[in-house]
């Protein structure tokens, strides 16, 4: 176990809906990144969020928008879902603000979303 | 644009034999090339990286090389377990900025009892 946890485990919606994925990082963790992993794109980068702020961006869709509260908590806002973005989204969280290998990553579980 | 190519996409091996995975890299300005290990099912997980300045780097039955020069750089696996039955990623990014981590498409390793 990590101690990063995401809700829910397991997500089913419908084309055109809105999701939200939620993640919270490992106790003194102040960075949370997301990830994508579908069958069809492999593993992806999405967003890294630093107390806060939002510090790195990867392939994220314009459709998707994520964001880090006051209690380093992020939520990954998923809009006008098509069935392409059905896949295991996980997160991760590190103590520091840079990218590895500066700060390990410890991943969660996954969200995996199905969309129908 | 940029791109991480993997090889093999599928590694079946016998317990004791070594498994070696390649990547190859198109970005140049990569300098940090991390090597992640996900079990069926669960979560990745970091097992080895390396930076640019270093061309090889070893922990117990895990070893990874790199070739700047020829932009690829190889995972290592010795005295293969039944444990390490897995699917690796390799990926490559920037040392001090990770906008442009771009991981391979993975491979599956199957190490036969």
């Known amino acids: 176990d990590s101690g990063v946890t995401q809700t829910p485990k397991h997500l089913i919606t419908a084309t055109g809906q809105r999701v939200t994925l939620r993640c919270s990082p490992r106790?003194?963790?102040?960075?949370v990144y997301w990830y994508q992993q579908s069958l069809d794109q492999g593993l992806q980068f999405l967003i890294q969020?630093?107390?806060?702020?939002?510090?790195a961006k990867g392939n994220i869709l314009e459709r998707f928008s994520a964001q880090q509260f006051p209690d380093l908590h992020s939520e990954l806002n998923l809009s006008s879902l098509e069935l392409g973005d059905s896949a295991l989204y996980f997160c991760?969280?590190?103590?520091?603000?840079?990218?590895?290998?500066?700060?390990?990553?410890?991943f969660g579980p996954g969200t995996r979303l199905t969309v129908l | 644009g940029e791109n991480v190519e993997q090889h093999p996409s599928t590694l079946s091996v016998q317990e004791g034999d070594s498994a070696v995975i390649k990547c190859t890299y198109s970005?140049?300005?990569?300098?940090?090339f991390p090597w992640y290990k996900q079990e069926l099912g669960k979560r990745p997980q970091l097992i080895i990286d390396?930076?640019?300045?270093?061309g090889e780097k070893k922990d117990q039955r895990i070893a990874v090389t790199l070739n700047k020069t020829a932009k690829h750089f190889s995972l290592h696996i010795t005295e293969t377990q039944p444990e390490d039955s897995a699917v690796y990623f390799c990926?490559?990014?920037?040392?001090?900025?990770?906008?442009?981590?771009?991981f391979g498409p993975g491979t599956s390793l199957s190490v036969i009892p």
């Open positions: 969020y630093y107390n806060g702020e939002e510090r």
């Open positions: 990926a490559a990014s920037g040392e001090t900025s990770y906008d442009k981590v771009i």
């Open positions: 991760a969280s590190s103590v520091g603000e840079g990218p590895p290998p500066y700060n390990e990553q410890f």
């Open positions: 390396i930076r640019s300045n270093v």
């Open positions: 106790s003194g963790d102040l960075s």
């Open positions: 970005d140049s300005a990569s300098n940090y």
